[in-house]
């Protein structure tokens, strides 16, 4: 999944519609997919995010908190939370910043990583840069390929 950017005219300024409504939309279209169960309906779904999901898988705090408050907001969900949902999904790597690569590798695990490059303005180098990032050996292999190929069936 990949956003075409927010039409609001408030993000065409400053380009945040690249900058900041990329993240936004990804971070909706996540939650649209859990919230109305779509991920519930195919477990099987194979759903891979853009940008490394956005805001989403970085915000699990508080939208798994308002699921305790209000446990309605789970109800297509079988009363599985967002954060328990993560997952479920892949995620490009392309996140342009080292550090959030390294919390969204911790989060959510290597096997669910693979390489994004954001062509022709993303890292000159994106095996590099996952290696810079901090992953090596069989999880640099999984990012930097071998998930997309088992993902693919190749």
């Not at 065409?12 to 649209?32: D, F, T, V």
């Not at 550090?99 to 180098?125: C, F, I, N, T, W």
Request: aromatic share 10%.
């Amino acid at each position: 999944m990949h956003p075409e950017g927010v039409q609001d005219p408030w993000f065409q300024r400053y380009a945040l519609w690249n900058s900041l409504g990329q993240s936004i939309e990804e971070a909706k279209c996540m939650a649209s997919l859990i919230y109305e169960g779509v991920m519930t309906k195919f477990p099987s779904l194979k759903v891979v995010m853009a940008h490394g999901g956005g805001y989403f898988p970085h915000y699990m705090g508080r939208l798994d908190r308002n699921t305790l408050n209000r446990p309605d907001t789970v109800a297509n969900t079988g009363g599985i939370t967002p954060g328990q949902m993560l997952k479920r999904f892949y995620y490009d790597t392309c996140v342009y910043d080292p550090q959030v690569l390294k919390v969204l590798h911790e989060r959510v695990g290597a096997d669910r990583l693979v390489m994004g490059s954001d062509y022709p303005v993303g890292e000159k180098d994106p095996v590099q840069w996952l290696r810079d990032a901090g992953l090596a050996g069989a999880e640099l292999e999984a990012a930097a390929g071998g998930n997309a190929a088992r993902l693919l069936g190749l």
